[in-house]
């Protein structure tokens, strides 16, 4: 018998009878981070990072969380669990679990590029790793992160010079809280969706440092806006929400944005190459670096990226079926819906 199964719930492990993100209720789970696809509602009790909490606590409501430190260990029914940095968003881990010699990880979402704001990934070694696949072709690799702020910078200066707002869509976790962090906010004022502005206000209480901030109500006017940057939800940036801009700019910051095509059929502006996924480069250096033997390949290019570390890289991948859904340009992951009546 495996240590982790794939189950109609999520990833279970037998004998300490716990999962790991699962999605259907559990009485109990391990949760690599707060991503809506990977922490739901409805379990009996829950064990996560201390700085994964306060944003699992704002989604779900009074729920019986716990959390651990990154690195220590935690023993249940003889299995031994200890959370790693996943390099995701803040708080994100890999969850590594022991048992009578035999090692497998589950990653849940990871990048190992650092942003700066999360805590780093962190290789963790295993006989079995389990890993996404959402950007696991050749086409995709990333730009250093710099470079991507300074193609907003621009945008946003340019916007500005010809007295426009800057729209730009992103997550409501993880990726607006990364944008904050790296565009240059000496440009003019930021504006923020409802639902932004919620996650990142707690996620400033427990100690983040990001520039100030305007949640958008109805008290500001369209002249308000001129010349600033928006942080938008991506299903707000096709509504009635956007109405009260006068004159806009819209753009998109996605590691989707590398296909030809998709900024087109969102209609917008511009698109901006910036994911919080791993590229391709980053999958297979991460998986390297865990030693692993056995790899199961979960959502994204799970067919294509078994299958090369099966042919290329001599491991012994499979795909595995789960309802992660990786970076979406249509999902939304705040918990809050974006139609707030004062947003």
């Known amino acids: 018998m495996p240590l982790l199964e794939f189950t109609n719930k999520g990833i279970y492990c037998p004998p300490a009878d716990v999962y790991i993100d699962p999605w259907r209720p559990v009485n109990r789970a391990l949760i690599t981070h707060g991503h809506a696809d990977h922490s739901r509602w409805g379990h009996q009790h829950y064990l996560c990072t201390e700085t994964a909490a306060p944003v699992i606590r704002y989604r779900l409501g009074h729920v019986n969380l716990s959390t651990t430190k990154f690195g220590e260990p935690t023993t249940i029914n003889g299995v031994k669990f200890s959370f790693h940095p996943a390099g995701h968003i803040v708080g994100s881990a890999q969850i590594r679990v022991e048992h009578k010699g035999e090692v497998w990880v589950a990653s849940g979402d990871y990048k190992i590029v650092p942003d700066g704001l999360s805590e780093p990934f962190e290789p963790v070694r295993c006989h079995t790793f389990i890993t996404e696949s959402t950007f696991g072709l050749p086409v995709y690799r990333w730009k250093p992160q710099h470079t991507v702020f300074e193609e907003i910078n621009d945008w946003w200066r340019q916007n500005q010079a010809q007295g426009k707002v800057s729209v730009l869509a992103v997550y409501a976790l993880g990726k607006a809280q990364r944008l904050l962090h790296g565009v240059d906010d000496s440009i003019g004022p930021i504006f923020t969706h409802g639902a932004i502005e919620k996650t990142t206000q707690v996620m400033r209480k427990q100690g983040l440092k990001l520039p100030p901030t305007q949640r958008i109500t109805q008290q500001y006017k369209s002249k308000d806006f001129e010349g600033a940057l928006v942080l938008a939800t991506p299903s ?108």
């Open 236 to 343: 707000a940036t096709g509504s009635n929400w956007m109405r009260r801009f006068k004159s806009a700019s819209v753009g998109i910051a996605s590691g989707w944005m590398s296909l030809r095509g998709t900024r087109r059929r969102r209609a917008a502006d511009r698109g901006f190459i910036l994911s919080d996924h791993a590229d391709w480069n980053e999958l297979n250096e991460a998986i390297r670096a865990t030693g692993a033997e056995r790899v199961a390949v979960t959502h994204g290019y799970t067919n294509l990226f078994a299958r090369w570390l099966r042919e290329e890289c001599g491991l012994d991948a499979w795909e595995a079926d789960t309802e992660y859904e990786g970076e979406s340009l249509d999902a939304e992951d705040s918990g809050d819906s974006e139609n707030d009546k004062d947003a």
